[in-house]
């Protein structure tokens, strides 16, 4: 996914340990909800998942775009399922590696490295996938769902939290904030609105079951995150570089003024592969 070129580095975002790392999380996640997630899913939503899914011992799930691996970790020992974990990013593979052995869970909680387009899993190998804030780098979401409902057995579900964004193709407003949301990431952004989610969803073969908007708890999130970057600047900087953390504050603050503009929002969708 090119991601290095792009210029955001998740290597040095998912050492989640580093000193820079330790400071901006300690103010962004209140005392023990920290999972190491790096998304605007907050501890609620994982248990949420847990229940409404029906995670358990007998379930083998799939997280694409672990991270650095916490939620997965969290969510298999919350439930007892089996877990697989997905991710590009090298680094993030390696640190839930460790993760995973501190917590003694080698036996059903794994890490593969690779891309969510193209995954290395046979056919029919999950009872349920997960996404956490990760669907906006792919252009094709078609194809990706597409290669979600393959590796999903039939009967299986899918469900993805991610921003939605009501961008009017074309309209001169809407070009500029789309503008200011992907200059401030810095890694090509690919906006649905939830109504364009669906009807992906519908074209590669889902059912979709329920669409649920998190507003609230979702700007807050927003708001501790540009205000840790911001507080920690300096730290931040010298560990990961001006760019990466001035390009954070910008996409922070951009996100944030298009949730008040009535622009962006997050909705957790959860759908089914149909039976055959
Ligand atoms: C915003 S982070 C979210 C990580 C994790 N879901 C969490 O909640 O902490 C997005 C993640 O998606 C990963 N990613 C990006 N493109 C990917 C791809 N093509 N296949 C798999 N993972 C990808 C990134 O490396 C990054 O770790």
């Not at 605007?40 to 775009?65: I, N, Q």
């Not at 996404?131 to 393959?150: C, G, P, T, W, Y």
Request: a negative charge; glycine letters at 10%; proline letters at 4%.
């Amino acid at each position: 996914m090119g991601q290095e070129t792009a210029g955001v580095d998740y290597s040095r975002i998912h050492r989640i340990d580093s000193p820079a790392n330790r400071l901006l999380r300690r103010d962004v996640w209140p005392e023990g909800h920290d999972l190491g997630q790096q998304s605007f899913a907050t501890l609620p939503y994982f248990d949420h998942l847990v229940r409404r899914l029906g995670m358990g011992p007998d379930t083998h799930v799939l997280d694409l775009g672990s991270g650095s691996g916490g939620p997965a970790i969290y969510m298999a020992s919350a439930s007892g399922c089996r877990m697989t974990g997905l991710e590009v990013n090298e680094v993030g593979i390696e640190v839930a590696r460790g993760l995973v052995a501190d917590a003694g869970l080698g036996d059903r909680v794994e890490f593969v490295l690779g891309d969510g387009m193209h995954m290395p899993f046979a056919d029919e190998t999950f009872d349920i996938a997960i996404s956490m804030n990760v669907l906006n780098v792919f252009e094709d979401k078609v194809a990706l769902f597409r290669e979600v409902r393959r590796v999903l057995r039939p009967g299986g579900t899918w469900a993805f939290l991610s921003g939605t964004f009501d961008f009017v193709e074309g309209d001169p407003q809407d070009e500029a904030w789309r503008a200011l949301y992907s200059r401030g990431y810095a890694i090509p952004q690919f906006t649905d609105d939830l109504a364009s989610y669906k009807a992906k969803l519908r074209a590669a073969g889902f059912v979709v079951d329920e669409a649920t908007e998190y507003i609230s708890d979702f700007r807050d999130t927003i708001e501790r995150w540009r205000d840790g970057w911001t507080r920690h600047r300096d730290a931040i900087a010298a560990e990961q570089g001006a760019r990466q953390t001035d390009d954070h504050i910008e996409y922070f603050n951009g996100y944030l003024a298009m949730v008040e503009a009535g622009k962006a929002s997050n909705h957790l969708i959860i759908s089914t592969r149909p039976r055959d």
